[in-house]
Nanobody, 113 residues
């Protein structure tokens, strides 16, 4: 089992920045992938960004160039630096860990116009 705890959400004005953090604990494999997903009201959950333990990353087109995912393997943590936030970025952001498909409870990001 892997437990994931997200933090860093909140209310920000459009154009502002937030940094999300996710700490993993439990049975952590050295080779793993951690990711951020988000789900806005009425929408399906979507991938925002993914980072493998070796550092390779993937981003959704909608956040490319504005968001940066990073990780600290020593701390079993993943981060999401979100810049130039838009109202469309408003959602609950979830941390995901693979293998095993573990999820955090989510943290709410609200971007006001």
């Amino acid at each position: 089992q892997v437990q994931l705890l997200e933090s860093g959400g909140g209310l920000v004005q459009a154009g502002g920045s937030l940094r999300l953090s996710c700490a993993a604990s439990g049975r952590i494999f050295r080779l793993n992938t951690m990711a951020w997903y988000r789900q806005a009201p009425g929408n399906q959950r979507e991938l925002v960004a993914r980072i493998a333990s070796g550092g390779s990353t993937n981003y959704a087109d909608s956040v490319e160039g504005r968001f940066t995912i990073s990780r600290d393997n020593a701390k079993n943590a993943v981060y999401l630096q979100m810049n130039s936030l838009k109202p469309d970025d408003t959602a609950v952001y979830y941390c995901n860990y693979q293998p095993g498909d573990f999820w955090g409870k989510g943290t709410l990001v609200t971007v006001s116009s």
